[in-house]
């Protein structure tokens, strides 16, 4: 029996090979980096994928077999095929979990997901953040204490455009003086979604013991709990579940298809 | 002084050419109907737009003059310019009000603002539809007693795959056994949307003195309150609320605009 | 190793000994009828408690034991001691799952947890009830198709005076013309809330297998996930995870405790 | 004509006669500073009420003719009786609007609201705040930049202990390395309920111009949009909408009026 929870790990996979900073940070990729980080935790099982593979690893057997899948990109959210995304919204819908690391707030998917800009103010000075529990109870905060630091990360500030999230699990503080809602859960269908700030490409985020924490709890928490297949159907009027004679003028032919 | 509210009726105007029902139901279209509806509330000032003008009547210079727009489409959302719903879908994230009417639930716009499919199940034979009040208090059930009856309506049933409502303020019951979420309101960027199911086109339901009541408070409702342009600003560390230095690695130069 | 999820089924246990009709639909009583249904799933072990008992069964040692509490109560609510009342919701806010059953809509519990009156319409006359999914993969209506009926129940009618539910799991239709949320969630605290409509005590509903289902589903749902221990913790000055000295006039002295 | 919004501004109005730092900072009571500040806006009548008038200065007729009520307490939160808390609870309820202020959080009217402790971790060193804006375009920000100073507060810091808000106005950042959900609106019934976090007595917060400048704003927004008149009632058989025939088992008498 294998009842481990599939995690697919999507990594753009871009700055790894044209920053040396962000290789000697990452020299396997931020999505090893966090592929392995999940492995650590006995009950899920993760692999990876990339931009530059096939359907940028994300083909319908891929989504099919994943439970959750964590989303990092940052310079090449353009490049991301529409059909892809199309088909990872609909796994989502499903009931399959999403985890949107940092920049990849401007993925089209976590866009697609939301109906917003998801715009911020940022600044990338290296300054401190400060990562605050604001339900201690939450399984996304499990094993975090009151806070956490980040040493050096890049900084998002309010406003964050996002609808009103389902709850918030962190805010952050920055020593240059912002704040934001750096830990958000959201329901798109019958998938969970968790948005989680840390992970400038140039610091070394995903070694850290909590991120890493954190994003195994979230990944834990967004669990798929029960598959939602969507579609419009007709229910003819003989089908009805009370007895009904049907009237009136009708716009559609008995069986057909409905309009899109 | 010129106060009152600028609402832009959008409609599709395609089956009342097609169909001799609807002509019947609708001589001057089912915008004319609604707009007129609208025009005699002496606070709003309602004026028509649809699928055929150039850029369906949804130009830059009349949204930016729109309080608040109004959809109903059924078989041309297909044919609906993705240019037109990108500049509707940031004329809502900034603040304009956005009411969505009956099959308009498969709109592209609709769909772009919730980040779901939008599906329900639905039946056309002419059966009674009862919409209850879910807070008699509520500014868009004013003047609406306990319920109201539309004795010919097409049916619309759950699941309705939208994400959780920001407030219900209607219910349906439909004398074939089924129940919908009627009315139903969402907050995207500034924007207030609020999605209405009575109208289906072979039926003369936007002549229903009730229908165009709950229309009126709706659009009233959604006037905007204020207004949000979003950009994404970097803020330099010399600019920073606190005194800090930047210090470590760097992805940007100095006021390079951020990856999207 | 024993990881059943504990639940206790609190039951008023009044009209069970007053009223005949109830007697012979449940002659161990409602409590027992649906403890004895939770007690089928391998998952759960479920004792019971009556508001007869000391402390109503509820005592500290009971709540500290219990994952998740079902509640059902019609005709002594009043009777129900506050300080039972506090004890419940301390419990609900750290983490525990509760269950509000039916007539448990005017619980003390219940409006203390939610703020509202919780009122609502209703009529007995023994009408059919249709209970429709909204999301046919949400757990807690795993197992159950499109919709259920129960043949006899009361009515329950909106408007249902709550604050809007996180999710609204099931709609019902009711064979005299009105619908209801029968199935909402909430969260208060690190606790989750499920309130579930049906249950009028002089029909066997708590006998129905797709009741019994819901009320299984729905207490997997709600086990804890987490414990939230709240207190209002001073941090002083020199505790502030930043360095700062503190200035200016205060209210309190150094290790004061906070007023309330 | 008088068409203004009239507000009662509650104060507890203790600390301002027992405190000198207090009564320096506000030689007329709190009460009457934030009165002034409201009176300032043409749109607005604002009288105040205070804990040692009889019925706290909140009897039937004040409340019935108040729109919307703000409401600062400290250390004597317990000195309010219960049944003032339930008429204020049913007025907003009804549609009434609330402020909340500051220590206010711990209000009776608040948790009974709110369901939950509503506490937080605190410190008073007259460190500096910096409250941001969440959403530009919300009309309790209008007239505030990207974020306002106020050069000496308590802190207040998370977890806050409350249901997820509707929205989120404000975020607050502190020198000491806290963060706090500064500006949240809740619905409850048909009220709007606002809370916003500055406000210690021993600072002039409530003279400083945003601050005043967000509770005018505040209060504007809250005004009552409909009244929600609540009950419980009966629907007989014979007046069901649809035609039915009671049927079955009862435990009511026709006529009776339903268990609380």
Chains 1, 2, 3, 4 share one sequence.
């Not at 690893?57 to 059909?83: F, I, N, P, R």
């Not at 940022?122 to 109870?137: D, H, L």
Request: charged residues 25%; glycine residues 8%; proline residues 6%.
């Amino acid at each position: 029996m294998n009842s481990k929870l599939r995690v697919t790990v999507w990594g753009e996979n871009v700055h790894e090979h044209k920053n040396k900073l962000v290789a000697q940070a990452y020299p396997k990729g931020m999505h090893t980096c966090i592929a392995d980080a999940l492995n650590k935790d006995a009950s899920i099982v993760a692999r990876t994928a990339t931009l530059d593979q096939p359907e940028h690893g994300l083909t319908e057997a891929v989504l099919e077999k994943t439970d959750v899948l964590t989303w990092w990109g940052h310079c090449a959210h353009g490049q991301v095929q529409d059909a892809v995304v199309d088909r990872v919204q609909k796994r989502v819908l499903e009931g399959m979990g999403l985890i949107v690391l940092h920049s990849g707030h401007y993925s089209k998917i976590f866009k697609r997901l939301l109906g917003t800009t998801c715009s911020l103010t940022w600044r990338e000075a290296g300054e401190k953040e400060r990562i605050w529990v604001c339900n201690p109870g939450h399984p996304i905060a499990a094993g975090i204490d009151k806070y956490f630091e980040i040493e050096q990360e890049e900084m998002y500030g309010e406003p964050f455009a996002i609808p009103n999230p389902d709850e918030i699990v962190f805010l952050s503080w920055f020593q240059g003086g912002e704040v934001f809602r750096s830990g958000a859960t959201f329901k798109r269908g019958n998938g969970k979604i968790f948005y989680f700030r840390p992970g400038h490409e140039v610091y070394p985020t995903y070694h850290h013991p909590q991120v890493q924490r954190v994003i195994q709890n979230a990944v834990r928490w967004a669990a798929p709990e029960g598959k939602w297949i969507d579609s419009c159907p007709n229910v003819p009027a003989d089908k009805a579940p009370e007895k009904i004679t049907a009237r009136g003028p009708t716009l559609h032919k008995a069986g057909e298809a409905g309009l899109r």
